[in-house]
């Protein structure tokens, strides 16, 4: 695992050093950065918004199914993936995006724990000290502000997600998934902002940026969802 990281995070660290050289400011750096790591994974994030409208659109027969064979489920499955071939719509493809972007967050939030680790360019071993704003030094934890807007920045992300899941499953009743997701809509901003209290600042930063643009970007996906639902449907 380690080695998969260290594969990921060395790319990433030669464009944030080169980056760092045109800009001078690692605070600014590390911004422009998070902007360019967002803009490259915006086409896995489509696809999923795709994939999700196509499943929208042929939600009301996957209730039917499960309505009419609620008490057979050997033949409920069999229907399901009848309608998944007529659909020609693949289940598994909803969690590539996300498979996909794991490696690449695992090496991103080693490179900003530890830029030294795999940078290697004895100016950004002095560029990782700057300071940014309020930051006095961005290799080191900022004790409230930076944690308390990651965290709220989360919050309202979250909080995108779980509206946007209720309204695709707004006719299935709720369960325990429904229940645990209510929860962690809570739990989780509160367990960034923990972290950020103890992770370098400049790792912070990069997480309440991202987590800023992912919320305008899901606002636009949300819209081009719709639409392609109402196509789906014509």
């Given at each position: ?9 060395r ?21 422009i ?17 795709k994939?999700?409208a ?16 609620a ?9 399901m ?8 719509f ?17 090496g ?11 940078i290697e ?25 930076l ?22 499953m707004s006719a ?35 997480w ?17 969802r ?9």
């Open positions: 695992m380690n080695d998969i990281i260290g594969v990921i995070a790319p990433l660290g030669m464009l944030l050093s080169f980056l760092y050289n045109y800009i001078d400011n690692y605070g600014i750096t590390l911004i950065f998070t902007i360019i790591v967002k803009v490259c994974l915006f086409p896995l994030y489509a696809d999923q918004v994939h999700t196509k499943m929208s659109a042929f939600q009301p027969k996957i209730q039917a199914l499960q309505k009419k064979y008490n057979d489920k050997e033949t409920l499955n069999l229907k993936m009848e309608l998944y071939k007529e659909e020609k693949n289940p598994m493809r909803g969690c590539l995006p996300m498979l996909l972007q794991m490696p690449i967050i695992f991103l939030f080693a490179l900003l724990r530890n830029p030294t680790m795999f360019s004895d100016k950004m071993l002095m560029a990782v000290h700057e300071a940014f704003l309020w930051i006095p030094d961005l290799s080191q934890p900022d004790p409230w502000i944690p308390i807007l990651a965290g709220f920045s989360t919050f309202i992300s979250f909080r995108q997600t779980q509206q946007q899941q209720q309204q695709q299935m009743p709720e369960n325990s998934m429904t229940s645990m997701m209510k929860m962690m809509q809570y739990f989780f901003p509160i367990m960034i902002v923990w972290m950020g209290r103890s992770f370098p600042a400049g790792l912070t930063v990069y309440f940026i991202g987590t800023v643009l992912q919320i305008f970007q899901t606002r636009g996906l949300n819209r081009w719709k639409k392609l639902i109402d196509a789906e449907k014509k």
